[in-house]
């Protein structure tokens, strides 16, 4: 149990004169205060509903049935064409691009030059030098700023996500995921989906539009990520809604949406490794004041005064599989150090449980005099975008991070993703996790509340076996 703490009133509202994220940085003091303090309320999945059912019932049906993922407002798009399009993303993804041809897709990785990871997203190759990434904005920042700025051959389009856009996206994007999902697409397209390995991609037929497919699938689930241009979206969505009610299929609200990657094992928000080095000053100075960078919120009870204690290296988010060194790229000669090092095993990526009885209790306490714990929404139990709680032995040391929490009705357990040293990597090692803050913030979302001690119990990240052997096998064209 932590001492009781109270909010702190914003310092110097409504006077912020920077310009950029550098600016904001030296306005602030420090990229922490920056962060700790700010106003903006967490990142959300925009104009989706809510709840199509329930959540648990939406939770439920990707391991049951099927589900429906509305994808086309949350993400933002960058398409990059030209003759030195490959050339931009091996020049700055620590993915290899000798094997990528036209109907393949990656999980793009991009590092800091010290090697510490700036974000991920998905990259599509669509077609002879056309590429499409796709995913939040911290890695499509990246790929944006060199190629407006690397003396590149391309051209860029850009479409953002909906809190940002007017008007309606460029394009719908789609995810049928679950037991069910191919017998959903065969119904259909009226015929039997192809054998396509894992990030693979295809066209079908729905509903008389042409529809690129992806080979994909969360939590383990087979699946597929559909999407085409926004003119065809009513038709495509309704034909998917209603032959899809057939098979059991459950449209999946803004609720549960990210909760599925608590079953995946897919750390989503890591801190970009942006704000310290001063070789990224120009990028700093790129990223506006309203930047995803510049705004986001900083929150859990790992604190420190140093940012780059946020930072994880790629090795830490069991990236090491996409890491290869048969090209230059921004942050080669770090990660290359670190192998040589045989630092590349500081911190494991895991999955903690937490206890029902400690998590119980603490939710309970919003029903006794207070001040009780930090309050938990629910599924997703975040307040802040960027999140980290410190995990603790029994001796009371630090030994890791938790970072992405919500509860799984799959499990029936609260879960969150993180990471931690490798002697208590081990599956069933029983750790703490601390909940709440005891450091003052202006963050509008924390109320007076008291830190809680939680027992957690570490486990494999992805957490299903199925997600961890017979579906990560197929994964590794990426």
Not at 45 to 70: G, H, K, S
Not at 393 to 416: C, F, P
Not at 427 to 452: C, I, N, S
Request: glycine letters at 8%; proline letters at 7%; charged letters at 25%.
């Amino acid at each position: 149990m932590g001492a009781g703490f109270m909010p702190v009133e914003p310092q110097n509202e409504g006077v912020n004169v920077a310009s950029n994220l550098e600016e904001a940085i030296a306005e602030a003091g420090s990229p922490v205060q920056l962060l700790w303090n700010s106003q903006s309320p967490p990142a959300v999945v925009p104009r989706v509903v809510p709840e199509f059912r329930n959540w648990r019932d939406e939770q439920l049906a990707w391991r049951r049935t099927a589900v429906l993922y509305d994808q086309s407002h949350h993400m933002a798009d960058l398409n990059i064409k030209g003759p030195d399009a490959l050339k931009l993303i091996s020049d700055t993804g620590v993915n290899s691009v000798a094997n990528f041809p036209v109907d393949m897709a990656k999980q793009y990785v991009a590092v800091s030059p010290d090697g510490f990871v700036i974000g991920d997203n998905i990259l599509f190759h669509l077609d002879e030098d056309e590429y499409q990434a796709v995913g939040i904005p911290p890695s499509i920042n990246w790929l944006h700023f060199h190629a407006a700025t690397g003396g590149y051959d391309v051209q860029i389009t850009r479409d953002d996500n909906s809190l940002y856009r007017s008007g309606d996206p460029l394009l719908y994007r789609y995810q049928i995921q679950g037991p069910g999902a191919p017998e959903i697409i065969e119904a259909l397209t009226g015929e039997e989906p192809p054998k396509l390995k894992f990030f693979h991609m295809t066209h079908f037929t729905i509903a008389g539009k042409d529809v690129r497919a992806l080979r994909h699938g969360m939590a383990g689930e087979p699946g597929y990520e559909l999407w085409g241009p926004w003119a065809d979206n009513d038709a495509v969505h309704g034909a998917i809604v209603e032959v899809g009610e057939r098979y059991g299929l459950v449209q999946v609200g803004g609720r549960a949406y990210h909760t599925n990657a608590l079953e995946s094992g897919w750390l989503p928000r890591p801190l970009p490794a942006i704000y310290s080095d001063e070789r990224l000053a120009d990028y700093r100075r790129w990223l506006t004041e309203n930047a995803y960078e510049t705004t986001s919120p900083l929150g859990g009870s790992f604190y420190s005064d140093d940012i780059e204690d946020y930072y994880f290296t790629p090795f830490e988010l069991d990236y090491g599989r996409i890491v290869k060194f048969d090209h230059d790229f921004i942050g080669r000669e770090a990660l290359e150090a670190r192998v040589a090092d045989g630092k590349t095993d500081t911190r494991r990526k895991v999955t903690f449980v937490w206890n029902g009885e400690d998590t119980g209790d603490a939710f309970a306490s919003m029903f006794r005099p207070g001040p009780g714990a930090k309050f938990f929404n629910l599924p997703m139990a975040l307040y802040d975008t960027f999140h980290y709680d410190r995990v603790e032995s029994a001796d009371g040391r630090i030994v890791g991070v938790s970072t992405w929490t919500g509860y799984s009705a799959n499990e029936r357990a609260m879960l969150s993703l993180g990471a931690v040293e490798p002697e208590f990597a081990e599956p069933g090692t029983e750790l703490v996790l601390v909940w709440g803050e005891d450091r003052p913030t202006a963050k509008v979302q924390v109320e007076e509340h008291v830190p809680v001690r939680i027992r957690v119990t570490v486990q494999p990240a992805p957490l299903t076996e199925e997600a961890r052997t017979s579906y990560r096998s197929d994964a590794g064209v990426r």
